[in-house]
């Protein structure tokens, strides 16, 4: 494999004190980036930016379906340097119950994604040709049906058990963590409030998956499995447990449903029962299209007309300096990088 250069600081938080302000071009970059995963979502893939700093990009993953990871609700933090797209975005995995449940040989308890395009693992690197999108997208094909197989050289390591253990596991911690912690926010993460509709609205569409899941898999109640690739874990299996949960949080949402919609002379008039959804990821963008988040709509076609105006303006500025004999000078300076990981 092509080595991806060298190990850089993964951690966004882990931000230097003397960052550079955000280039103008990069700031352009990353609205037509979210832009393009606005008017063209990849199923099961949601993203905005911090008010307080473009920088902060925010995304949700919707588990693939039938994979241990389906129907759960994955929460990123990611952060743009400031020359963005020259280099790739900082990322962190926030569901990870308190830095507590590792969900993939590639995805750790402490949060960090080692994905070779963000200089976490050896292999091809960043290129500007690449987007949010294709990042997101990058991390979400890690969770596919048999995530053991991520694990380097994982045939030859007898301690990992059958492949299927340990997607079981997964499938729990993917109902306990990133479906009921999630809609809960257990972890008392800052999830950005433009993503809560769209969490309780996926917990809504794949509730009788999930139902499905936990009576499938009651008959491991009471048994331990202990992560291979997390050696101070131990999981004991409590489905009954989780379906008892499920249902609880149905009736909350579904209660605080019916009482949003009544009508407002409160007698439910002209309270009206929404049309039952496929299960198919490719629904679950339509929930951006709900009266609740016309907001997002609204700021991001603002976004889109500034940036447009902003890019046409640099195209007018180069066709008028290309008249020009003389090559302006490029600032070649860089931070220094913190090679700890």
Same mark, same amino acid.
């Given at each position: 494999?092509?080595?991806?250069?060298?190990?850089?600081?993964?951690?966004?938080?882990?931000?230097?004190?003397?960052?550079?302000?955000?280039?103008p071009?990069?700031?352009?970059?990353?609205?037509?980036?979210?832009?393009? &995963?606005?008017?063209?979502?990849?199923?099961?893939i949601?993203?905005?930016?911090?008010?307080?700093?473009?920088?902060n %990009?925010?995304?949700?993953?919707? +588990?693939?379906?039938?994979?241990?990871?389906?129907? +759960?609700?994955?929460?990123?933090?990611?952060?743009?340097?400031?020359?963005?797209?020259?280099?790739?975005?900082? %990322?962190?995995?926030?569901?990870?119950?308190?830095?507590?449940?590792?969900?993939?040989?590639?995805?750790?308890? @402490?949060?960090?994604?080692?994905?070779?395009?963000?200089?976490?693992?050896?292999?091809?690197?960043?290129?500007?040709?690449?987007?949010?999108?294709?990042?997101?997208?990058?991390?979400?094909?890690?969770?596919?049906?048999?995530?053991?197989?991520?694990?380097?050289?994982?045939?030859?390591?007898?301690?990992?058990?059958?492949p299927?253990?340990?997607?079981?596991?997964?499938?729990?911690?993917?109902?306990r %963590?990133?479906?009921?912690?999630? %809609?809960?926010?257990?972890?008392?993460?800052?999830?950005?409030?433009?993503f809560?509709?769209?969490?309780?609205?996926?917990?809504?569409?794949?509730?009788d998956?999930?139902?499905?899941?936990?009576?499938?898999?009651?008959? &491991?109640?009471?048994?331990?499995?202990k992560?291979?690739?997390?050696?101070?874990v131990?999981?004991?299996?409590?489905?009954?447990?989780l379906?008892?949960?499920? @249902?609880?949080?149905?009736?909350?949402?579904?209660?605080?449903?019916?009482?949003?919609?009544?009508?407002?002379?409160?007698? +439910?008039?002209?309270?009206k029962?929404?049309?039952?959804? @496929?299960?198919?990821?490719?629904?679950?963008h339509?929930? &951006?299209?709900?009266?609740?988040?016309?907001?997002?709509?609204?700021?991001?076609?603002?976004?889109?007309?500034?940036?447009?105006?902003?890019?046409?303006?640099?195209?007018?500025?180069?066709?008028? @300096?290309?008249n020009?004999?003389?090559?302006?000078?490029l600032?070649?300076?860089?931070?220094?990088?913190?090679?700890?990981?």
């Amino acid at each position: 494999m092509a080595s991806a250069g060298p190990m850089v600081s993964w951690d966004p938080y882990s931000k230097a004190s003397s960052e550079p302000p955000l280039l103008p071009s990069a700031s352009l970059r990353i609205k037509k980036d979210l832009m393009s &995963l606005y008017r063209d979502p990849p199923p099961g893939i949601f993203a905005t930016a911090s008010e307080s700093d473009i920088r902060n %990009v925010h995304a949700l993953i919707i +588990g693939p379906m039938d994979t241990p990871y389906e129907g +759960g609700i994955f929460y990123f933090y990611l952060r743009c340097p400031y020359d963005f797209p020259i280099q790739p975005p900082k %990322v962190r995995f926030m569901t990870t119950d308190a830095g507590r449940v590792r969900f993939n040989p590639n995805i750790y308890a @402490n949060g960090k994604v080692c994905l070779s395009t963000i200089g976490t693992w050896e292999g091809p690197g960043w290129t500007p040709a690449q987007q949010i999108s294709s990042l997101l997208i990058s991390i979400q094909s890690l969770m596919n049906d048999n995530p053991i197989e991520n694990e380097p050289g994982y045939e030859k390591l007898r301690n990992l058990g059958e492949p299927s253990q340990y997607a079981e596991m997964i499938t729990y911690e993917t109902l306990r %963590v990133a479906v009921i912690g999630m %809609v809960e926010n257990e972890c008392e993460l800052n999830i950005p409030v433009e993503f809560l509709p769209i969490i309780e609205r996926t917990f809504l569409q794949y509730f009788d998956v999930y139902t499905e899941i936990c009576t499938k898999h009651m008959n &491991l109640d009471g048994m331990k499995y202990k992560d291979p690739l997390n050696h101070n874990v131990t999981v004991k299996y409590n489905f009954k447990e989780l379906l008892t949960k499920l @249902n609880e949080i149905k009736e909350r949402l579904t209660n605080k449903k019916v009482v949003k919609e009544v009508s407002s002379d409160g007698d +439910g008039s002209d309270y009206k029962e929404d049309e039952e959804d @496929n299960i198919d990821e490719k629904n679950v963008h339509e929930f &951006l299209k709900c009266g609740s988040d016309e907001k997002l709509y609204t700021e991001a076609d603002n976004f889109y007309e500034e940036y447009s105006s902003e890019e046409s303006s640099d195209d007018n500025d180069e066709e008028a @300096n290309s008249n020009d004999s003389s090559e302006p000078e490029l600032d070649s300076s860089k931070p220094e990088l913190d090679d700890s990981e």
